[in-house]
């Protein structure tokens, strides 16, 4: 799983394609979901960064199946950005705690009046008064994003059935192809 993952040269059929986005989703959206057990587990978010060059590594890897260049990730990545970026904020003003935004936006204020830097992260914390509801049903809606992102653009690409510049033929034969 680790060459999978990290590493970006070689190719990839369309089935370790989805088996790897597959994995990327849930532990995605397990990070996404801590906040809900423990406001102070949302820094484990930072993490997440981390997943970007996972999806980069399967996206060359799979273009370069396809024969295509590695640089043509940046499409799929960038329509992912947009639509979940779009549907993530939709769902979100559907679930905001007005209350709790004012709530931290005092706090803020307090903690810039009186230099407290520790103080001002914390209620900077709290200042999007998304509910726990709603932190819920905008990580279900980013991984469904994420799937149906990753399986349509993986569909769209036909694999290479020989052997080209990026490597030896990926194996079995795409089954999403």
């Known amino acids: ?26 532990i995605t959206l397990v990070l996404a979901l801590l906040p809900v057990i423990s406001p102070g ?19 060359v890897k799979r273009y370069h199946d396809g024969g295509k260049t ?4 940046i499409i799929p990545i960038i329509i ?7 549907a993530g904020w939709l769902v979100t003003q559907s679930f905001v705690d007005a209350d709790a935004v004012a709530e931290a936006q005092e706090a803020i ?36 994003v994420s799937y149906a992102i990753a399986f349509l653009f993986n569909k769209m690409i036909a694999g290479d059935a020989h052997d080209n510049q990026f490597g030896p033929h990926a194996g079995t034969a795409d089954t999403f192809n």
Not at 80 to 86: D, E, R, S
Not at 118 to 144: D, E, H, P, Q, R
């Open 1 to 26: 799983m680790g060459n999978l993952l990290f590493s970006p040269s070689g190719r990839i059929n369309s089935s370790d394609f989805m088996k790897g986005a597959t994995v990327l989703i849930v």
């Open 41 to 59: 587990l949302a820094l484990l978010n930072i993490v997440t960064l981390v997943f970007l060059w996972c999806w980069v590594v399967l996206w």
């Open 70 to 73: 590695g640089w043509m990730c």
């Open 80 to 86: 992912y950005l947009i639509v979940g970026g779009v």
């Open 109 to 144: 204020a307090e903690a810039t009046e009186a230099n407290d830097i520790g103080a001002m992260f914390k209620a900077s914390m709290g200042a999007n008064g998304v509910t726990k509801t709603g932190t819920i049903v905008v990580a279900l809606v980013s991984a469904a």
